[in-house]
C-alpha cells in the first residue's frame, strides 16, 4: 500500500462508516485521542454541514520530517471544497497495524482549506535574521545508537571575542530541530534570530524523531530519557566550541522542553535558564483542560469536540490514583503512554525544580497561549521564583503558544498559515542572553 493509498483509504473508511478502522491504523501513542466515536462526530458534522463527498483529487504527499510524511486529498462535497490532510509515520509497505497489511501508521487528520493542497511554500528567513551574520554546520548530538542530527549556528563576529550560547529544547511529541508545524519552523525562527544578535545556538532533533522505532517499544521510557541526555550532550558541545564563551552558556526550552529544562540544568553546568510557554501545570491536568477549551471552540462553531471529554478525563484520573504502577495498562492512561512516564513525571514539580537551582531565569509567556496558560502555568512559575532578582518575566499578550502574534481566542487553525515568531521575543531573549541575564 502506497502512502497516497493510506490517505485515500482514510476517507473511504469514512464514507462507509469504518471509524474503528481509521482508529485502529493511528500510532499507538496516539490511538487514545483518536476514538471511533470522535472521528465519526466530526465526520457526521462535515457531512450535515457540507453534503456527501461526491470527488477526490490526486493527493500530494509532502514530506514532514525523517520518517514521515503529510499525504493532501482534494475532497468536494456535495457543497463546499476542502483538503484532507493525513498525517503518517513510517515507510509505504510496511506493516503499520495489528492486521498485518495496513501500511503505514497515522499521526493525525485534519480538514484543511481547498487551496491547501498545492505544495507548501518553503520556509523564508523572518526579517530580523541575517544568514550572512553568522555561519551554520551539522553536529551529531550524543552517541551510541540513540544520537541524534542537529545544527550549530555561529554568528561570525565569534571571531572577535567568545559568545553566549543557548541550547534549544523543542515541544512535546516528536520533534524535529526546527519544531516545524506546518509551514512554521518556530525553533528555526528563534535560532536565526538569535544568531544574527550575536548568540552561538544548538538545536536538533529529538530523539523521539530521529529513533521512534528505538523507543517506542521501551515501556520505562520518561520524560528524562526524551530530554536530558541530548540536552546535557548539547550543552558540552557548545562549552567545547572555541567561539563559545563556556561561562554563558544557557538551556532555553520551548513548552514541554520548558518543563524539562530544570531537569536538564541540574545536570549540565549552564549559566541561566530560558523557559519559553513552559508547562508548570501537571501534563494530565493541562491535557484536560486543553481538550475541554478545544470542546468549547468547537461548539462555538457548530463542530464536534476534538476527543470524547470523559474518556480523557477517566485517563488523567487513572495518573492520580493511588493504585497507578508500571502495570497500569498504557491504554488507560492519556496518549497511551506507559505508566512509567507519568510514574516520573507525578512527582515533578518544574517550577520548585528550577527555583532550587539557583541560576538566573527568563520566563516568557504568551498571552492567548492556550496550551501553556498565564493563570494555570505562569502563576506556577511566579509562586515559585517570587522575590528573585535573577529572575524576569515577560509577558507578550499578543501572542499564542509559537509566539505568533494575533487576535482574539487561540486555536490550532492559528498554527498553519505562515508566519514568525514575534520579532519582540526575540530581541528580547538576546538581549538577555547577551547583556542582562545576571551574573
Known sequence: MTLADTALAVIEMARRGDFTGISDR????????????????????????????????APLTEAAGPGTVVV?????????????????AGEAGE?????????????????????????????????????????????????????????????????????????????????????????????????????????????????TRAHPDLVAGNPNFTLT?????????????????????????????????????????????????????GGAQPLHHAMVRQFRYLASLAAEHGGAPPADLDAVARQAAAVDDPALSESTPGSDLPFGVPAAYWLDLRGYDPAAAAAALGKPLLIVQGGRDYQATVADDLSRWQAALDGRPDVTIRVYPADNHLFFPGEGPSSPAEYEPAQHVDPAVVAGIAAWLTEGAPQ
Open 72 to 88: 493532501k486529498v482534494p475532497v468536494t462535497f456535495e457543497r463546499a471544497t476542502a483538503t484532507l490532510a493525513v498525517g503518517l
Open 225 to 277: 530519557d526524551e530530554y536530558v541526555p541530548d540536552a546535557v550532550a548539547a550543552i558540552g558541545l557548545l562549552r567545547d566550541h572555541p567561539a563559545v564563551d563556556p561561562a554563558r552558556v544557557f538551556v532555553a526550552g520551548h513548552s514541554e522542553g520548558g518543563t524539562a529544562a530544570p531537569r536538564a540544568a541540574a545536570r549540565a553546568p549552564v549559566a541561566g535558564l530560558v523557559i519559553l510557554a
Open 95 to 207: 506493516t503499520g497495524g495489528e492486521g498485518g497489511d495496513q501500511g503505514p501508521w497515522i499521526t493525525g487528520i485534519q480538514l484543511l482549506p481547498a487551496g491547501a493542497a498545492a505544495p507548501a511554500a518553503p520556509w523564508e528567513p523572518p526579517p530580523y535574521a541575517d544568514p550572512d551574520a553568522f555561519t551554520e554546520h551539522e553536529v551529531t548530538v550524543g552517541d551510541g545508537p540513540l544520537a541524534v542530527p542537529g545544527t550549530l549556528s555561529v554568528p561570525r563576529r565569534a571571531g572577535q571575542a567568545p559568545v553566549p550560547g543557548v541550547v534549544l529544547l523543542s515541544g512535546s511529541g516528536p520533534n524535529d530541530q526546527d519544531e516545524t508545524i506546518g509551514r512554521n519552523k518556530p525553533l528555526k525562527d528563534l535560532a536565526w534570530g538569535l544568531a544574527t544578535a550575536g548568540v552561538a545556538v544548538l538545536r536538533f532533533d529529538k530523539v
Open 26 to 57: 493511528f500510532l499507538p501513542q496516539l490511538r487514545a485521542l483518536a476514538p471511533p466515536d470522535a472521528l465519526r462526530a466530526a465526520w457526521d458534522a462535515e457531512v450535515a454541514k457540507n453534503g456527501q463527498v461526491s470527488a477526490l483529487g
